[in-house]
């Protein structure tokens, strides 16, 4: 079936440093696929997403490609903030199910 | 901006009662759909529903479990005789569109459920 795998955390960064959570999947066709950002006490909410191969998602100075030849979408900043800490989940849609499927999150924090 | 809400936030309730879970989706939203994550595990899919009726469930989505739409707006979720591994947030969501066609699926903040 279709599945996310996502680098483990936690991940501590300083300000202002580059991130990089890399994200692969395993599915039949072409998924969609989507970051979702869940900070402290709140609910998930959607930080990007890619549709088809080679799309490249964006929000908030974060970044995605949708590879489909290494089949990975890892989410990328070039200068993370103290109020970018929360939990990233990488996550897909596959036409014929309704269903999100999610990798286990990576959970960041950055220190001022 | 238009939010999906749930309540309550946080439920302790003994093994074996019934509880129920309440959402207002987005208010011109069509697809709604529960989603659970046990501590320290993945999110998880749990079920969707459109148009009345449940679309797609997942193996989780036994006989314990049922969905209502009671009016236009609320969507809950009716956990029966619950069990200490049903501890865990259950998070609603809604879509406009399918979310099979990778259109945007809008969470709430969660509700956190402890069996005890």
């Known amino acids: 079936g279709n599945s996310v795998t996502q680098m483990e955390g936690p991940v501590t960064l300083s300000e202002e440093a580059f991130l990089t959570i890399n994200c692969t999947y395993t599915?039949?066709?072409?998924?969609?696929l989507f970051w979702y950002v869940q900070y402290p006490g709140e609910g998930l909410q959607l930080l990007l997403k890619?549709?088809?191969?080679?799309d490249k998602g964006s929000n908030k100075g974060f970044e995605a490609t949708y590879r489909k030849e290494t089949t990975s979408f890892h989410l990328e900043k070039g200068s993370v903030q103290v109020s970018d800490s929360a939990v990233y989940f990488c996550a897909l849609t596959q036409g014929g199910s309704e269903k999100l499927v999610f990798g286990k999150g990576t959970k960041l924090t950055v220190n001022p | 901006e238009p939010e999906v809400t749930q309540t309550p936030s946080h439920q302790v309730t003994q093994m074996g009662q019934e509880v129920i879970l309440r959402c207002v989706p987005i208010s011109n939203h069509l697809y709604f759909y529960w989603y659970r994550q046990i501590l320290g595990q993945k999110v998880e899919f749990l079920v969707s529903?459109?148009?009345?009726?449940?679309?797609?469930k997942s193996e989780i989505f036994d006989d314990q479990f049922s969905v209502e739409r009671p009016d236009g707006s609320n969507f809950t979720l009716k956990i029966r005789s619950t069990k200490l591994e049903d501890s865990a947030m259950y998070f609603c969501?809604?879509?406009?569109?399918?979310?099979?066609?990778?259109?945007?699926?809008?969470f709430g903040e969660g509700s956190w459920l402890t069996v005890v």
């Open positions: 529903f459109y148009n009345n009726e449940i679309s797609e």
């Open positions: 890619a549709t088809k191969a080679d």
């Open positions: 969501a809604s879509s406009e569109a399918p979310g099979s066609s990778g259109n945007t699926i809008y």
């Open positions: 599915a039949t066709g072409y998924p969609s």
